[in-house]
DNA sequence: TTGTAAGCGTTATCAA
DNA sequence: TTGATAACGCTTACAA
């Protein structure tokens, strides 16, 4: 379509005209059917958009009437291609199944009211070649950077890819990344059991290498326990296959348990919520109630905790909180990378949120 | 760069080529570059990606070798500019803190195994007007298609954006959709609440309007109370505040109820897992154990189901499968709409998806 | 303040 | 089987 003409049109080009837009209802409206609507070159419809300051007022508003006579809909992909910049950020994730991804994906994705990246999302299920293939994927979009909760590709390796990156709550060598401050959650969680008063302190988790943040869990617990020399036991267990599994597994535990410590009031601290709340399901349907020989405390603040039989006390993660540091971090290494001589960071950045502890019923 | 020269490199070009495949890290390698590199022109080497077949296989080998050695990546965008494929499929998604959504997402993510179309993820939170602009923003990179969990924009507006959608659970007069077999739903938990020798029968919902799949469930219940000519009761109330709001409410039911019916044993369907959780936790607490004056079925089988102090028999949505038939279906009006004469339905297709009746401890 | 023209990295259409 | 050339829709020097 070409509108190139007068300014002043006959009627049979209106007809035309009309003819014309029914017609593009399918084809697309592009810079150059408003510069020939409007007699001005693509230049100046492009600066409209990205520096409207530079018209007349007069001609903004002549290229505003055109946009909407036109029915004009933008297209980034055009802008992307002459510009670069995506505006696509790459968010890789083991799964939504579990709430805390699923709720840091919630938050991640709001962040697009302050910073228009859009998001771009994979869940790899922790397989390695096919996370590999999805980064792959994602590069081929040009994405600008990328966030990282899949634990299962090294941080040395990620560096490689040579964008930026934010890692949560992962190993975090050679990346920048957002952790809670599992020190201070294992610590948190220690002092409330003894302020419980209780005699044995007992953390159930994996049995996790020291690079990972969670490690600082069982770290802050252990400290608190030498340090005012409480009896404590770490049990090392793996929690991460079947619900009917790990129901097995702990039932077995609390036997065990009530075997070595009969008298005992035992203040134990689990991994997450969801385990904290198979172990106060085993112990209720046990003795109908939580004894009070039992102290439990969990970890995450997930929805899990407050709904369960008695809310259970908790070491709650401030989700909303690591979202947006985790884009705030993001954004500057991707803006700074916009620039004409960049400086890359000279070590990555590791932010630290510290935990908030939420005192319920079982503490 | 320019490789073009002859077949056999001096050394000094070697050099050359050495020094410029180290600066390129930062660069990017195009079709360009490969195509001086082999001496073929460009739309031999987009053939090579396209249609390799019309490759003789020598050639096939050379361009392969250069894609090695160049250290080629793909930029998808281009070709996007081209070709007008984006293979992005936008979501539109009130929220992933409820584990429906969440694991609708996760489904739904999975099927790029199979069809191989990325997805752009908004959570719109149910507000009418950031969702259009979410729209607006997804049709600004070519989406394909777009899938709508979303209840808030009506299935006629979402149509006269004119591309392919499916929605899934939501209004869906103007659009193609996949929802559960509510009716059958509401069937079943009445079906199964009847088997226990329930004398009263119990839905407790929100006021739904006729237009939304889960009004079925309400549907199914009374006309299967009615078939039966069971005692039944519908009990309207919004359970879509706080936790414990809706606690609260919940628990002045339970009271009403057995000032009403003191002695008959009440059999209560559910709105969905969560309040079936809330619900029974009142009543342990209330009685220590689940009385056997009372059954109660829940719908969704999200986690809480099997997770809860009793494990609570619930009507299981098939979200698998609604996620794969969502994909199909939109699938198919993407594929057909890139045809030269695409042939728009007629009517939009909606499918239908049986529950899965899972009966656990409470009934 | 506005325009011209050359890209950006592919694909599509011819022609050879 | 291969190549030249023109799109695709926008941005960005550079010029006017």
């Known amino acids: 379509m070409d509108f190139r003409g007068p300014k002043c049109y006959p009627i049979d080009f209106c007809i035309y005209f009309c003819y ?6 399918s084809k697309k409206v592009t810079f150059a059917d408003i510069a020939a609507y409007t007699n001005f070159s693509k230049t100046t419809i492009s600066r409209y958009f990205n520096n409207p300051d530079s018209l007349t007022l007069e001609n903004q508003q002549k290229i505003a009437d055109a946009l909407v006579a036109l029915d004009y809909k933008e297209n980034k992909v055009g802008r992307i291609l002459a510009s670069g910049k995506t505006e696509f950020v790459g968010i890789l994730i083991p799964n939504l199944y579990m709430h805390y991804y699923a709720e840091m994906l919630n938050q991640i994705l709001a962040t697009y009211e302050t910073y228009g990246y859009k998001f771009l999302v994979f869940a ?103 340090e005012y020399h409480l009896l404590h036991e770490l049990i090392f267990t793996d929690l991460s296959s079947s619900f009917e599994e790990n129901r097995t597994k702990l039932f077995q535990i609390v036997e065990n348990l009530e075997e070595k410590y009969p008298l005992k009031k035992k203040g134990i601290f689990m991994p997450n919520d969801t385990h904290a709340n198979v172990l106060l399901n ?3 349907q046990k003795y109908g109630e939580l004894p009070s020989t039992y102290r439990i405390v969990g970890f995450d603040n997930s929805p899990i905790s407050s709904e369960a039989v008695i809310p259970t006390s908790t070491v709650g993660q ?37 935990p908030v502890l939420i005192c319920r019923e079982t503490t």
């Open 282 to 284: 085993i112990l209720i």
């Open 318 to 354: 401030q989700i909303p909180v690591i979202a947006r540091e985790a884009m705030e971090l993001l954004s500057m290494q991707m803006t700074e990378r916009k620039k004409r001589k960049p400086t890359p960071l000279a070590e990555p950045i590791h932010k630290i949120i510290p």
């Open 124 to 226: 790899g299920h922790e397989k390695k070649d096919v996370e590999r293939k999805y980064i792959e994927e994602l590069l081929a979009y040009n994405i600008e950077g990328m966030i990282v909760l899949s634990p299962t590709i090294s941080s040395e390796e990620l560096a490689a890819y040579n964008i930026p990156i934010v890692g949560i709550e992962r190993e975090d060598r050679c990346i920048c990344s957002v952790n809670t401050d599992n020190y201070m959650g294992g610590v948190q969680a220690a002092s409330l059991l003894k302020k419980c008063g209780c005699d044995i302190f007992i953390h159930i988790n994996a049995d996790l290498s020291k690079g990972v943040p969670a490690y600082g869990r069982i770290q802050g617990f252990v400290d608190i326990c030498e």
């Open 20 to 25: 014309t837009l029914c017609m593009m209802k």
